[in-house]
Structures are given as C-alpha cells and as structure tokens.
C-alpha cells in the first residue's frame, strides 16, 4: 500500500556530486520522518542521514559537511544532495520511511524501505 521509488544513483568521479531522490506513495496518512541509509559490499547497513518532522536532522560524521538531506513534504519527497564524492560512498543507498498509512479508517504506523539505488565512486 506504499511504496518508496528512489532514483539519481550513478557513476561519478571523486570530487563530483550526485542527488538522489525518493518519492514515497499509496495510502499515507502522515511521515514522521524520512532519510537515506548506505550498504556497501560486505559492511552493514548505515544510517547516511535523516530528517525528522520535530528535532534536528542527523548525519552520519563521515557524510557532515558534504551531504545535505532535504525534505518536500508536499510530495512526500525526500533529497540527497551529495557533493565532494569519495570513493568510500560508494554503496547501495536506501530510502526510508517511518510514516502512518491509512486503511479502512485504521492508521498503522511502520518503517518502509525503497528498492536501493546504487551510487559508485570511482578514484
């Protein structure tokens, strides 16, 4: 009943930039919060940045600076401006979502994932 569609992963030389875009849709009621997480090969998960409706943004230190995560709550949209690209970035990078969908006047709250877009860093 919702979904997350990411798009804007690539290929960019270190020092380049790229922005990746998450636009979530269905049956939602309201976001919490949204924000992007990274796996690369043979790590875990991280969290990259997210943007909370109440309380302050939060980066990952190694992204502060360089990242810049930016909300368009109209269109239920969330941005990833990355600049200063290193090779290190590179990973399969997640949108998330923690937001209330409605159904047949029922709210139910719960974390959604979109399918990953990949971002390589070349050195």
């Known amino acids: 009943q919702v979904q997350l569609v990411e798009s804007g992963g690539g290929l960019v030389q270190a020092g380049g930039s790229l922005r990746l875009s998450c636009a979530a849709s269905?049956?939602?009621?309201?976001?919490?919060?949204m924000g992007w997480y990274r796996q690369a090969p043979g790590k875990q998960r991280e969290l990259v940045a997210i943007?909370?409706?109440?309380?302050?943004?939060n980066y990952a230190d190694s992204v502060k600076g360089r990242f810049t995560i930016s909300r368009d709550n109209a269109k239920n949209t969330v941005y990833l401006q990355m600049n200063s690209l290193k090779p290190e970035d590179t990973a399969v990078y997640y949108c998330?979502?923690?937001?209330?969908?409605?159904?047949?006047?029922?709210?139910?709250?719960?974390?959604?994932w979109g399918q990953g877009t990949q971002v390589t860093v070349s050195s």
């Open positions: 943007l909370p409706n109440t309380g302050n943004t």
């Open positions: 998330h979502a923690d937001l209330y969908s409605e159904y047949n006047r029922a709210y139910n709250r719960g974390d959604y």
């Open positions: 269905g049956r939602i009621f309201s976001v919490n919060a």
